[in-house]
């Protein structure tokens, strides 16, 4: 499974990367450094096809994601007897409940990567920076998102505007693919080294 969520991942950063070149040859075009026969018509297309394409990998890699976090803080459950105070459904619930998504989640993952360390004595485990910048840098792209959806909503439409904040919060979205594969890549290896566990199964 982790397998398959870090290949969803990469996949996911590797369209916003391409997104984040196609956004800035848009600006290009908008102030008009592009050349009188840019064929901006075609260009636009592009961009809603990368859209879609952007959307629907999203998806699939948080299905994934998803379904990889229920299996480790399963796994971490079982190591600790059931002692953990977010069960594995509740793990990827929080994702979906407001105010409790802003840092739920990120205590979830963090109980289950102690566990997978010290199951006995897994509180006195000291939290790594690695989770705490993926965290970080999740909420960053939160609030970019919402201040877009923000100012949006207050007239600022223009396709220079949009374009700009697109190659932000792509950008931003990069940074958590990175840290959220190093986060799934480092915890599935603790797990599979002290746990007879197919995490990657």
Same mark, same amino acid.
């Given at each position: 499974m982790a397998g398959f969520v870090i290949a969803a991942t990469w996949t996911f950063c590797a369209m916003k990367l391409f997104l984040i070149g196609v956004m800035a040859i848009n600006l290009v075009a908008l102030v008009g450094w592009a050349p009188e026969t840019f064929p901006y018509?075609?260009?636009?297309?592009?961009?809603? *096809? *990368?859209?879609l394409g952007n959307l629907t990998v999203q998806f699939v890699a948080g299905v994934l994601s998803l379904i990889w976090i229920y299996r480790v803080s399963k796994n971490a459950q079982r190591r600790?007897?059931?002692?953990?105070?977010? !069960?594995? $459904?509740?793990?990827?619930?929080?994702?979906? %409940?407001?105010? &409790?998504?802003?840092?739920?989640?990120?205590?979830?993952?963090e109980q289950t990567w102690k566990a997978s360390i010290a199951p006995l004595a897994w509180r006195a485990v000291p939290t790594p920076s690695l989770l705490?910048?993926?965290? &970080?840098?999740?909420?960053? $792209?939160?609030?970019?998102?919402?201040?877009?959806?923000?100012? $949006?909503?207050? $007239?600022?439409?223009?396709? %220079?505007?949009? !374009?700009?904040?697109?190659?932000? %919060? !792509?950008? %931003?979205?990069?940074?958590?693919?990175? *840290?959220?594969?190093?986060?799934?890549?480092?915890?599935?290896?603790?797990?599979? !080294?002290?746990?007879?566990? &197919?995490?990657f199964d």
């Open positions: 018509a075609t260009f636009q297309e592009v961009v809603g *096809l *990368l859209a600790t007897g059931h002692s953990l105070p977010i !069960s594995p $459904g509740w793990a990827v619930g929080w994702y979906f %409940i407001p105010i &409790g998504a802003l840092w739920k989640p990120f205590e979830a993952i705490r910048w993926w965290w &970080g840098v999740w909420l960053a $792209g939160g609030v970019a998102g919402g201040l877009f959806g923000f100012l $949006g909503q207050m $007239g600022m439409k223009s396709q %220079i505007f949009t !374009s700009s904040m697109l190659i932000v %919060i !792509s950008a %931003i979205v990069v940074g958590q693919c990175v *840290l959220f594969n190093r986060v799934v890549r480092r915890l599935t290896d603790l797990q599979t !080294s002290t746990i007879d566990v &197919g995490v």
